[in-house]
Nanobody, 115 residues
Framework: QVQFVESGGDLVQPGGSLRLSCAAS????????MDWYRQAPGKQRELVARITIGGSTIYPHAVKDRFTISRENAKNTLYLQMNSLKPEDTAVYYC?????????WGRGTQVTVSS
């Protein structure tokens, strides 16, 4: 079955950096667009970054120029490099893809930005 295992979340000071990883299995990773979402306490889950099978990327304004999504198809792994982190980036970060009409999520990894 489809599985994602996210890792790399941590407590980091404002201005710091983190690199998240998502190991995917159970489907053909290289032929799917992939997303990172995040959910902060009391808020809706929101898209953080998307990478297409062709390598095109999409970012919302809140993270553009600070976050970079990438993929390594040979390792079935998705990455999110996060720089210049802010307290408002604090959230659980999730890996996501859609197969047909079904969306799949990982369990997430906690990112906390605080001094």
């Amino acid at each position: 079955q489809v599985q994602f295992v996210e890792s790399g979340g941590d407590l980091v000071q404002p201005g710091g950096s983190l690199r998240l990883s998502c190991a995917a299995s159970g489907f053909t990773f290289s032929t799917n667009d992939m997303d990172w979402y995040r959910q902060a306490p009391g808020k809706q889950r929101e898209l953080v970054a998307r990478i297409t099978i062709g390598g095109s990327t999409i970012y919302p304004h809140a993270v553009k120029d600070r976050f970079t999504i990438s993929r390594e198809n040979a390792k079935n792994t998705l990455y999110l490099q996060m720089n210049s982190l802010k307290p408002e980036d604090t959230a659980v970060y999730y890996c996501h893809t859609t197969l047909g009409f079904q969306g799949y999520w990982g369990r997430g990894t906690q990112v906390t930005v605080s001094s």
